[in-house]
């Protein structure tokens, strides 16, 4: 049997006092164990007749027990008397001053046997210290700490005591990561490891740890830190500003009910059997009631979550700055965040936007720039030039008849520009890319590329005609290497955020600046796009409402028609109807969107029964806001930012992974947590669920 020697009270308090500097508890003393009580788990394999039987496997009881005595070590510490955050903060000590620090074991160096220097890091991980450790018997000093801290690998959790004193050589400057306090140290007295860290983990300042060691990345990745440290001052920047502007905080519910707002909702099921949530696409419609129950001014960081195709700036769960005006109209939301953003961005970025930020049209920024999110910093825009292009050179760029066909010009820095043959060798190579390859299949038509160059006819525009090549010359003042991209498409009004030329703006801008040919923009311009078509066509990739008549609400069914016209219009041509919402985009990023919502509840109900033809049983999922709006609810008006994006934006990250601690991969799956996980057949059959065939081949693609 194992030795049953019982540790008496005086050894307890002599090995805490002797390692940490303070005295047991009577707490911390229990949590040792004695030597002649046995764990229950232990107790139960005892025979019928009452007594003791030898452990099955005395080496796993033996290394259980030592698990449970080291935990019971960490249990009782020394709070810190100076924190590593900061060289300023640690002032050179008058005369000997003990000191308890706590943190990370760095980098060691060993000169002999008997002296070590090893470097502590703080606890956020900036800052480190200089430890000395040396073999030799001094006052206070625990006789075993030299070998303890001799034996501990890097990145331990420490509480180290020791002696602070100035540094005689102080180390030149350096310029990692984590900042060496230069001009002071500390000389053992006594360390207390809180953990182990394991030999079969590799980390080195070299080591990339991948998503399912988010825990690891964010402990080596100083950028990934002070990304959620900035994420974490910007809103309470925001908290504090709206709490100014007499906004209210308040929560809204997370189990919601499905209700055909427009993306595909993530549903919990319920042990009622056929009940189910639905978790909130947005709160879109809880602050909408909370306009119609008296709230003024309603704001909260709310979580969201939408089952959609995933991208580079998509998550299925994420943040949104959401908030509410009632007697409040476009500009009144508008001005509001004019006012948020221009703090957020003066306070954390010392850089001022201008007051109010440019508006421009939807039917503007797709006719200019091919996209309802323009990134204006470059003024490379788009011209409409059918008119002016000859019959035989349509039929060649596309096969559609009475086609709308647009160009631009993309023009290389000064020291890149005035090449033909570097335009070619640049168009050529990005067309036959994986880059390239969705712009040549694309069946309207591939793009006509041209280079200018005035060794040729016409400068290389003789395929347009002269009427043509003409006008462009004049248009965009055109150089020896410019490049000119024509593209064709469908002769009908926009609709959805983007056309194949505006996608190929950006895409061949992005390729230009990676290569070198145009310098990385600089800046920030936010603007409003407004004017929305109130409906859009149904897309494949968004349910809708599930009406039956043919078309969606563009953002979502509660948007009001802008002016007086536009309502008059709702059942005569609702293709015709603008809407009053209002999209905030900061180059070429989508930042947020609102509208001023419809406060009527007989002009609510006739937009989802008449105009979207919504069945009766979608439109009773509504029944609860309709009557908030039956009771008088007043004119309102409102906004949601993605407050991921803001974040990856203002820290010049191109995606929101980078400033969230926890996100999902492309796949919507939680590498660290290994989420989502499988049901079993007994939570199944709780929540009256069962697998299909088809829901598992689906899983398994």
């Known amino acids: ?41 232990h107790r139960r394999q005892s025979s019928q007749d009452g007594k003791a039987q030898q452990p099955s496997d005395s080496s796993q009881y033996s290394a259980a027990l030592a698990h449970c005595r080291s935990y019971c070590g960490s249990l009782t510490f020394p709070p810190e008397t100076i924190s590593l955050t900061s060289s300023e903060l640690i002032p050179s000590p008058n005369g000997e001053e003990i000191v308890v620090l706590h943190g990370y074991l760095g980098s060691t160096a060993s000169l002999s046997k008997k002296l070590l220097f090893v470097q502590l890091i703080g606890k956020d991980r900036t800052h480190s210290i200089q430890i000395v450790s040396s073999a030799k018997t001094l006052k206070d000093v625990d006789a075993s700490a030299h070998e303890t801290i001799k034996k501990l690998p890097m990145h331990t959790p420490v509480v180290v005591r020791g002696l602070l004193r100035e540094r005689k050589q102080q180390p030149e400057q350096d310029s990692g990561e984590i900042q060496k306090i230069k001009h002071v140290e500390v000389d053992l007295l006594s360390i207390q490891p809180l953990n182990e860290f394991p030999s079969d983990i590799i980390a080195t300042p070299d080591t990339l740890f991948g998503p399912e060691q988010r825990h690891l990345q964010l402990r080596s990745e100083a950028e990934l830190r002070k990304a959620l440290s900035f994420r974490s001052k910007v809103g309470l920047t925001l908290r504090s500003k709206l709490d100014d502007l007499g906004f209210v905080d308040i929560e809204t519910p997370l189990l919601f009910k499905s209700t055909p707002e427009g993306a595909r909702e993530f549903i919990v099921p319920t042990r009622r059997k056929g009940f189910a949530y639905a978790l909130p696409q947005s709160p879109q419609q809880f602050k909408q009631i909370l306009m119609g129950s008296g ?65 421009m049209s939807y039917k503007d920024a797709m006719s200019k720039y091919g996209s309802d999110k323009p990134d204006t910093r470059f003024n490379t825009t788009l011209s409409r030039l059918d008119p002016l292009l000859p019959g035989d050179l349509t039929a060649k760029i596309t096969s559609l008849q009475s086609p709308i066909i647009e160009g631009f010009v993309l023009r290389f820095d000064s020291n890149h520009s005035n090449d033909p043959h570097i335009t070619r060798n640049f168009i050529g190579s990005f067309l036959d890319s994986p880059d390239g390859t969705p712009f040549m299949a694309n069946p309207d038509g591939g793009p006509g590329v041209f280079v200018i160059d005035s060794q040729k006819p016409l400068q290389g525009l003789q395929a347009l005609g002269f009427e043509a090549a003409e006008h462009i010359e004049y248009l965009y003042r055109i150089e020896d290497g ?10 009908r009004p926009f609709s959805g955020g983007s056309t194949a030329l505006g996608n190929l703006r950006l895409a061949l801008h992005a390729a230009a600046v990676r290569q070198g040919y145009i310098k990385p923009l600089i800046g920030f311009a936010p603007l409003w796009i407004t004017d929305f078509p109130l409906f859009s066509p149904i897309s494949d990739s968004e349910p809708g409402q599930g009406g039956s008549a043919g078309f969606a609400a563009t953002h979502h069914p509660f948007t009001s028609p802008k002016t007086t016209a536009d309502v008059d219009m709702l059942l005569l041509d609702p293709s015709k109807v603008i809407g009053d919402h209002y999209d905030l985009v900061i180059n070429g990023i989508e930042i947020g969107g609102g509208s001023r919502r419809i406060h009527k509840a007989e002009v609510q109900a006739l937009i989802m029964r008449d105009v979207l033809k919504m069945r009766s049983e979608r439109l009773a999922d509504f029944s609860h806001l309709l009557e908030v709006l039956r009771a008088g609810c007043p004119p309102h008006a409102g906004i949601a930012l993605g407050f991921d994006r803001l974040i990856a934006l203002m820290l010049g990250k191109s995606s929101v992974r980078d400033v969230i601690a926890f996100p999902k991969t492309g796949k919507g799956e939680d590498p660290l947590v290994k989420s989502p996980g499988p049901l079993s057949e007994a939570i199944l059959k709780t929540y009256h669920l069962q697998n299909s065939p088809s829901a598992e081949s689906l899983a398994e693609s």
């Open 295 to 359: 709230i003024p001014k309603y704001y909260q960081f709310a979580r969201c979550f939408r089952d959609e195709d995933l991208r580079a700036d998509r998550q299925p769960e994420f943040t949104q700055l959401d908030l509410e005006m009632s007697f409040a109209g476009a500009y009144q939301v508008m001005s509001i965040i004019e006012e948020l953003i221009g703090s957020i961005w003066f306070q954390h970025l010392n850089i001022r936007l201008p007051e109010r930020f440019p508006i």
């Open 1 to 41: 049997m194992l030795s049953t020697r019982l540790l008496t009270r005086n050894q307890i308090n002599h090995t805490l006092l002797r390692t940490t500097g303070i005295k047991a508890t009577a707490a911390s003393r229990s949590c040792i164990y004695p030597r002649t009580q046995t764990p229950a788990w």
């Open 482 to 491: 410019d490049l000119l991209i024509l593209q064709a498409r469908v002769n």
